[in-house]
T-cell receptor, first 117, second 114 residues
Framework: AQSVAQPEDQVNVAEGNPLTVKCTYS??????LFWYVQYPNRGLQFLLK??????LVKGSYGFEAEFNKSQTSFHLKKPSALVSDSALYFC???????????????FGAGTQVVVTP | GAGVSQSPSNKVTEKGKDVELRCDPI?????LYWYRQSLGQGLEFLIY????????KSGLPSDRFSAERTGGSVSTLTIQRTQQEDSAVYLC????????????FGPGTRLTVL
């Protein structure tokens, strides 16, 4: 079975400071990992994904994430947060070694990011 | 199309009525997914299609929920005899394929059952 945990319901950060949103996962095989962002009253937008290769993945809007296999983590980071980054962030995992034929995408519960001016 | 579209954007219905929600995926995307997002909650997987077939219906909450996809494109999610607990935002997504491909989401349909 696969699962993903986002241990923080909310992250508060001042504009200009570094932003980190935590994500840990559990899969039976190797993971595909994704981050999505949801702005108020809008659908989810894809930010970045880890498939294979370099553990540091760069995505949209200046975000990046580091895949750490030993810690089973995929934390989302941004060096300097903007007020416009305030949104709901979801981590998702898919087990490429899973027994089902399509690899269900499992979402975390989400982390609300609040960036204050 | 340019993105995933869903209609209607908002639907208010009375308890016991049937509703149909529509999803138009990105052209060429073979996989289509339905999720439900209740207020303050994460995403609950409902069903997915690969082409016109739905191999995994395990996420449908009850037999009042059904979905179909025709022509490998448009999908409809039907909820019969709606209940108040069905109130949520229903999100549709599509992807080029499965596994390592990211899903592109529509804006959702907000369903309110009175």
């Amino acid at each position: 079975a696969q699962s993903v945990a986002q241990p923080e319901d909310q992250v508060n950060v001042a504009e200009g400071n570094p932003l980190t949103v935590k994500c840990t996962y559990s899969v039976s095989g190797n993971p595909y990992l994704f981050w999505y962002v949801q702005y108020p009253n809008r659908g989810l937008q894809f930010l970045l994904k880890y498939i294979t290769g370099d553990n540091l993945v760069k995505g949209s809007y200046g975000f990046e994430a580091e895949f750490n296999k030993s810690q089973t983590s995929f934390h989302l980071k941004k060096p300097s947060a903007l007020v416009s980054d305030s949104a709901l962030y979801f981590c998702a995992v898919r087990d490429r070694g899973g027994t089902d034929s399509w690899g269900k995408l499992q979402f975390g519960a989400g982390t609300q990011v609040v960036v204050t001016p | 199309g340019a993105g995933v579209s869903q209609s209607p954007s908002n639907k208010v219905t009375e308890k016991g009525k049937d509703v149909e929600l529509r999803c138009d995926p990105i052209s060429g995307h073979t996989a289509l997914y339905w999720y439900r997002q209740s207020l303050g909650q994460g995403l609950e997987f409902l069903i997915y299609f690969q082409g016109n077939s739905a191999p995994d219906k395990s996420g449908l909450p009850s037999d009042r929920f059904s979905a179909e996809r025709t022509g490998g494109s448009v999908s409809t999610l039907t909820i019969q005899r709606t209940q108040q607990e069905d109130s949520a935002v229903y999100l549709c997504a599509s992807s080029k394929g499965l596994m390592g491909n990211e899903q592109f989401f529509g804006p959702g349909t907000r369903l309110t059952v009175l």
